[in-house]
């Protein structure tokens, strides 16, 4: 019935900002999929990056929405572009699709939708409280989790992306030798 | 019907602001990138020895409008083979991102009052100012970069590859190096960077970033000039070993919509070099002297009668005719301006703030008149093995001295 109640109320400008920017980053992945060029992949991905900030900024919160175009958007997937490019790849080749995919994805791929929009369904109120009060928004408080509440797991992360840049090195000096 | 049109402007009216505002900057910073071209031919040309455009208008003036024609009526062939989509994409996404990055750009302090409406100098004045121009600059990596993958061609290909792994490297170092600075101001916003350079009005000069930042400093200018593809670090469009590197198969107005985002950068770096850097719309002079408000008229009116004396020997009629008159219009600006104090004192803000901006876009020409280009390995190792540490380094020794800095002031008190 609160559903029913919800979807009755007229639609507000974020409203419908939102289901544009929810539609433009569907349509972003499911053109990732099936574009046949790895560059027009990489493109789509890049929307789907944009498309989620601009959600981000509606929430309020513009520190994630900034560092999400430029870390996504940005430093990640022009790595992306620039591997694709180097290797020069060309468009995908149709190969004979494996049988088990279609056995065993696609009832999977539906069971995944029909529990993450269960799980969505049910969170709905924390879903809505966030989008009104945008108060998780703030650099300072972003700041302050990080390095009050969560500093341990924080620290944790970075020496786990330490460990993982040490690796990359060992492996590209090895080449060397 | 002209109270009906009164009435949809007055409940429109923030929203007709912002588009006329939109449409007056984009109109300045085209036409400024236009006269920039001018600029650099002129200066570069003088430096060595060379007139510089002359035939087209008094001193090559109207050179720019002759191009810009160029660019338009020139055939536009679409090479074959080439990616369509992103062919067509790449100078559209170059163009835009360059002309979104002006938007967040603070142009003076006070507000214009014109028909009872507060209008602010600058168009956006967002809370994270300086991350979302970052964000722009991550994006306009792929202008550059896609161009040159869908041209299909040996040489683009190689400036796009090189462009992506310049600007991806030089971007942290960009990146780190403003830390200081906005450790120093407690925020993101560039309003709050200018205001925060101003706690002490008597210091004038001395108050400004660029004295405690030195070190970031020329890590962000250095940063700064490889991300916009500028001499020294023009790898990607290299004419002597890429023909013309990304843009080498575009022609006509896309090839001039990537030569726009390019000057419409620098525009922006030198903008942002201003703001952290070197106080703004911040007077260099101490507050108490009222006297330097002058200096606008100062330099305007001997510019104007200058520009009047070198028009009437001039040796062509149009000439003749036209410098004269700009120049009329140069020393009259300069006299209304003393005559009109309160326009004299809400002019101080943009008059710095523009007068620093141009001497940072000198620099950029003067750099591209002397400066030789780095080799691609030297390009790397400067940037990885040099910079990016300097930036870190600053930022340590920043934090360090704010953390610091009040002990040593109470211990000193005690």
């Not at chain 1, 939708?113 to 300072?140: D, H, M, P, V």
Request: charge should be neutral; include cysteine; aromatic fraction near 12%.
């Amino acid at each position: 019935m609160a559903d029913a109640q919800e979807l009755g109320q007229p639609v507000t400008p974020q409203l419908a900002i939102f289901f544009v920017l929810a539609a433009i980053a569907v349509i972003g992945a499911l053109s990732l999929i099936l574009q046949r060029h790895p560059i027009h992949s990489a493109l789509s991905l890049i929307v789907v990056m944009i498309a989620l900030a601009g959600l981000y900024l509606l929430m309020g919160s513009e520190f994630v929405a900034a560092v999400q175009i430029i870390v996504y958007g940005g430093a990640i997937m022009v790595l992306f572009v620039f591997v694709i490019m180097l290797l020069n790849a060309g468009a995908e080749e149709r190969t004979n699709v494996s049988k088990l995919a279609g056995v065993a994805g696609i009832p999977l791929a539906v069971a995944l939708l029909g529990f993450l929009a269960a799980a969505i369904a049910r969170s709905n109120e924390s879903a809505q409280a966030g989008l009104q009060s945008g108060t998780l928004a703030n650099t300072k408080e972003i700041s302050m989790m990080l390095f009050k509440d969560f500093v341990y797991p924080f620290e944790l992360t970075s020496f786990l992306i330490l460990v993982a840049i040490l690796g990359a090195i060992v492996l590209a000096q090895r080449e060397k030798s | 019907m002209i109270s009906s049109l009164t009435s949809f402007l007055s409940a429109h009216a923030t929203i007709i602001v912002y588009l006329v505002k939109i449409a007056l900057l984009l109109f300045i910073v085209l036409t400024v990138n236009a006269y920039l071209t001018w600029f650099e031919r002129k200066v570069v040309a003088h430096m060595q020895s060379r007139w510089g455009p002359h035939r087209v208008g008094p001193h090559g003036l109207l050179q720019p409008l002759a191009d810009g024609a160029k660019f338009l009526l020139k055939e536009d062939p679409t090479p074959a083979g080439v990616d369509k989509f992103t062919y067509f994409l790449a100078p559209l996404m170059a163009l835009a991102l360059a002309l979104t990055s002006i938007a967040i750009i603070p142009f003076g302090p006070e507000p214009l009052h014109i028909f009872g409406q507060n209008i602010s100098l600058g168009i956006a004045d967002l809370n994270i100012g300086i991350l979302a121009l970052f964000a722009i600059t991550a994006l306009s990596v792929y202008g550059v970069a896609l161009a040159g993958w869908s041209s299909n061609s040996k040489y683009p290909l190689l400036g796009g590859l090189r462009s992506s792994a310049q600007m991806v490297s030089y971007e942290l170092a960009l990146t780190m190096s403003v830390v200081g600075v906005l450790l120093l101001a407690g925020s993101f916003n560039l309003r709050d960077i200018i205001n925060a350079q101003a706690h002490h009005p008597e210091r004038g000069i001395l108050g400004w970033n660029i004295w405690p930042q030195i070190l970031g400093f020329i890590c962000f200018f250095v940063a700064a000039v490889a991300e916009t593809n500028r001499v020294p670090f023009d790898l990607p469009e290299a004419e002597s070993e890429l023909v013309a590197g990304f843009h080498t198969e575009y022609a006509s107005f896309k090839f001039a919509m990537f030569f726009i985002a390019e000057y419409t950068s620098m525009i922006t770096v030198s903008c942002l070099c201003t703001i952290m850097f070197f106080g703004g719309w911040l007077s260099p002079f101490p507050a108490s002297w009222t006297f330097t408000y002058y200096l606008p008229s100062v330099i305007l009116i001997p510019f104007g009668l200058w520009v009047i004396w070198d028009g009437i020997r001039y040796e062509t009629i149009f000439g003749r005719i036209i410098l004269p008159g700009v120049g009329t219009a140069i020393t009259a600006i300069g006299a209304l301006l003393i005559l009109f104090p309160p326009v004299n004192e809400f002019i101080q803000g943009p008059f710095w703030l523009l007068a620093k901006i141009f001497i940072f876009l000198f620099v950029y020409v003067w750099m591209r008149g002397t400066l030789p280009r780095f080799r691609y390995d030297q390009l790397m190792s400067f940037g990885w093995k040099l910079l990016l540490p300097l930036s870190i380094a600053n930022v340590v020794i920043t934090a360090g001295a704010i953390l610091v800095w009040p002990m040593l002031k109470n211990w000193v008190n005690l």
